[in-house]
């Protein structure tokens, strides 16, 4: 696809998309005219006219649309709506649309050619999606730079969804290595792959073990992004299970769906992607281990003692808590050896935070105050939102173990986003500035995009608009 910028219609497009809010006047674009009582701009509705074989597509905003609204209504559009796109296509942005409007805009309709068939024999591309096809701005001021923000989003989003709905065949530890690797390739990123044989000798004991059971040897991913001069330093770090059957502690429901257990990886790697391909300024070093949580002779148990990189013991209650083990070795890796100013892990962590919050935010943990804040209105910015639960001391009595420094479960159904934040709290050695992000719920969501659970992306933007906040 390609984007040219024009302050009028060209007269090649085949479609013009024309916003407009709600009105109890007649809506007028050019020379043409509707009628209030056909089309009013009404929220999630639209009228279509066609002129000298252009069609005129009217999408209505509502009176007051939020962000969230807007990607929204232009994802559905370029989704439900393919059949009017062919090769050109023109999108009005009206006096009225801000900037973040605009890129909004852009970042939904490109979102909306998104499409799960992947790997059906007869698959279909969405028109805007075509080599040859054209979007056209059309806009009275310079939009140049947000609709680059919204495409550049949207691109980095696109590489999220298909991380994640890519079946556990396709997206192994070794597949999101290479991922990082050509990424860092393309947006000149220090990457380093760390295999199973290095991993141990060096001491990623918690990750070797919840790795060990697969045929896939597992792959501790660290990119660095160091801009010239940069202002500040962040440290990310992603869960990277590939596939989760729980290990020994097999799942016995929705095992189907742990194919999306490395969505906070992915996140992360989309974020890296999209604040490389933003040009940010400040230094950022993410880490994803990646590795899949399988069964055979090899896994580990139960009750098994674990040394972690941090040089504490970790006892073993259930093999289904794996990805708390490897973000703790991520976490001790990323403050041991590069020490970030502010830390943030994200993952589909446990199941207990979808019991809280359902499917509409992400649970944030975190001790200090500012960060909750800043990360709490860059998540209510981009429509990725997040809500705070405690850290408090009481249950520190959670991950207390007799036989080990700290114990990987409590054993307890309640509570159990919380413990398992301890639990990681633990590896952070008091860091100052530190979050984490559990993502169970909205990660990976049915809605009305797809027939089947599917990607969100949740946390690409989210995590970039903090940083860029900064």
Excluded at 284 to 297: F, L, Y
């Amino acid at each position: 696809m390609k984007i040219k910028h024009l302050n009028k219609v060209s007269s090649t497009e085949s479609l013009v998309l024309v916003p407009v809010l709600e009105t109890e006047e007649t809506v007028q674009y050019l020379s043409l005219s509707v009628s209030n009582s056909i089309f009013s701009g009404k929220k999630d509705t639209l009228y279509a006219l066609e002129k000298v074989g252009v069609v005129y597509l009217f999408i209505g905003l509502g009176k007051k649309p939020l962000v969230t609204d807007l990607k929204k209504i232009f994802r559905r559009v370029a989704q439900k709506q393919a059949s009017f796109f062919q090769k050109e296509t023109s999108l009005f942005l009206p006096d009225f649309f801000t900037d973040e409007w605009a890129a909004t805009a852009v970042n939904g309709l490109v979102l909306g050619t998104y499409q799960l068939g992947h790997y059906k024999k007869e698959k279909k591309v969405h028109p805007l999606q075509e080599v040859r096809s054209v979007l056209n701005i059309v806009s009275a001021s310079n939009r140049q730079k947000v609709v680059e923000l919204g495409l550049k989003t949207a691109q980095a989003q696109l590489e999220t969804f298909h991380l994640v709905d890519l079946p556990p065949n396709k997206i192994t530890p070794k597949h999101l290595a290479n991922w990082a690797t050509d990424l860092g390739k393309k947006f000149k990123l220090e990457v380093e792959i760390i295999g199973a044989k290095k991993a141990k000798e060096i001491g990623l004991h918690a990750f070797i073990s919840v790795g060990k059971g697969s045929a896939n040897e597992p792959q501790f991913i660290v990119l660095d992004y160091q801009p010239k001069n940069a202002q500040k330093h962040f440290g990310l770090v992603g869960k990277g299970i590939t596939f989760d059957t729980g290990g020994l502690n097999i799942k016995t429901a929705g095992m189907v769906h742990m194919k999306c257990d490395m969505a906070g990886g992915a996140a992360v790697l989309g974020a890296m992607q999209l604040i490389a391909d933003l040009k940010l300024p400040h230094r950022v070093t993410a880490i994803v281990p990646a590795c899949e949580n399988s069964v055979d002779a090899q896994s580990f148990l139960p009750s098994d003692v674990i040394e972690s990189y941090s040089g504490h013991t970790i006892e073993i209650i259930d093999t289904d808590a794996e990805g708390r083990l490897i973000l703790a070795d991520g976490l001790s890796y990323l403050i041991k050896n590069y020490n970030p100013e502010t830390i943030i892990d994200i993952a589909t962590l446990t199941g207990s935070s979808v019991a809280t919050f359902g499917y509409e935010c992400g649970a944030l943990f975190t001790n200090n105050e500012q960060l909750s804040k800043k990360l709490q209105e860059a998540g209510t910015k981009t429509g990725e939102r997040l809500w705070p639960l405690p850290l408090w001391e009481a249950y520190q009595s959670d991950i207390e173990s007799e036989i080990a420094d700290v114990k990987n479960y409590s054993g307890k159904p309640v509570a159990g986003a919380i413990s398992a934040a301890k639990f990681l709290e633990f590896f952070t050695e008091n860091h100052p500035s530190w979050a984490h992000m559990d993502i169970a719920g909205v990660s990976f969501v049915d809605d009305e995009f797809a027939k089947t659970k599917h990607a969100t992306a949740f946390g690409v933007q989210l995590i970039t608009t903090f940083i860029q906040n900064q």
